[in-house]
C-alpha cells in the first residue's frame, strides 16, 4: 500500500519579512510540512538563515518542520537546529565527515533523520547509510537558489533509490526538491516519490492553496 503523499513548501520562496503568515497561509493550504533551508553561502552559493528563525518558526508552526542543512559543517552543528526545535533534519551526504553519527545524534534527539544527494552524486553514496535514514532527499535542482528548472535525469535516480530500498529491505520516504509543479510532480511519484517540496510553484503562485491542490491532484493520480 502507498504511503499518503506529502507535500512540503520551501519557504526559501516566501517573504522572509512575513514568515509567520507564509506558514499560516501554506498550512491552511494543507501543507503537510514546511520546508526549511538552511544555507551558508559555502556548501551552496546562498546564505539564508540559522538555528533562531528555526527556533521561530517552530512557535508559530502547526506542522512538523522539515530542516534542510545545506552546509559544510552539520557534523558540528546538528544539534543548534535540533535544539531548535526541528522536527526533521537533512543532512548532506557530500557535507559530512562522520554520516552514520549524524543520523544517530538526530535519532537521539527523537527527530527524524534525512540524507541529501546533489544532482551529480550518485545513489551509490547512501548504500551503506540507506537502512538508517528515514528520508532521503533527491535534489532535482542543483541547491542554492529557488526557481531553477527540473533537472530530468531525477527521475532515473529516485527509481534507484527506490530499488536500493527495496533490495535492502527499508522503506524511507524519499523527497524531491527543486523544479516541482504540477508537471514534474507526476513524473517523480510514478519513480518511487512520496513527498514533493515545493517553493516557487506554491509562493509565487497568485493562489497558493491552489497551487498545493493542483500539484497534490496531478501526483496522487500516479500513486493509485
Known amino acids: 500500500m502507498k504511503r499518503p503523499l506529502l507535500i512540503a513548501p520551501s519557504i526559501l520562496s516566501a517573504d522572509f519579512t512575513r514568515l509567520e503568515e507564509a506558514v499560516a497561509l501554506v498550512e491552511r493550504a494543507g501543507a503537510d510540512l514546511i520546508h526549511v533551508d538552511v544555507m551558508d553561502g559555502h556548501f551552496v552559493p546562498n546564505l539564508t538563515i540559522g538555528p533562531p528563525v528555526v527556533k521561530a518558526l517552530k512557535r508559530v508552526a502547526n506542522v512538523p518542520l522539515d530542516v534542510h542543512l545545506m552546509i559544510d559543517n ?16 537533512v543532512v548532506h551526504v557530500e557535507a559530512c565527515n562522520h554520516l552514520h553519527r549524524v543520523m544517530q545524534t538526530i535519532h537521539k534527539a527523537g527527530a527524524q533523520a534525512g540524507v541529501s544527494l546533489n544532482p551529480g552524486t550518485p545513489v551509490s553514496a547512501i548504500e551503506g547509510i540507506i537502512g538508517e535514514v528515514d528520508y532521503v532527499l533527491v535534489m532535482s535542482v542543483n541547491p542554492g537558489f529557488g526557481g531553477q528548472a527540473f533537472i530530468p535525469g531525477s527521475v ?14 527499508v522503506s524511507p520516504r524519499i523527497a524531491v526538491d527543486g523544479g516541482i509543479d504540477v508537471v514534474t510532480a507526476p513524473l517523480v511519484t510514478a519513480a518511487g516519490a512520496d513527498m514533493l517540496i ?19 491532484s496531478a501526483a496522487v493520480t500516479r500513486l493509485v
Open 198 to 216: 515545493a517553493g516557487s510553484a506554491v509562493f509565487c503562485a497568485e493562489d497558493p492553496t491552489a497551487a498545493i491542490a493542483a500539484i497534490r
Open 74 to 89: 552539520a557534523d558540528e552543528t546538528v544539534q543548534w537546529y535540533l535544539d531548535a526545535g526541528a522536527d526533521i533534519v
Open 156 to 169: 532515473a535516480k529516485i527509481e534507484e533509490i527506490a530499488r536500493l530500498a527495496a533490495e535492502r529491505g
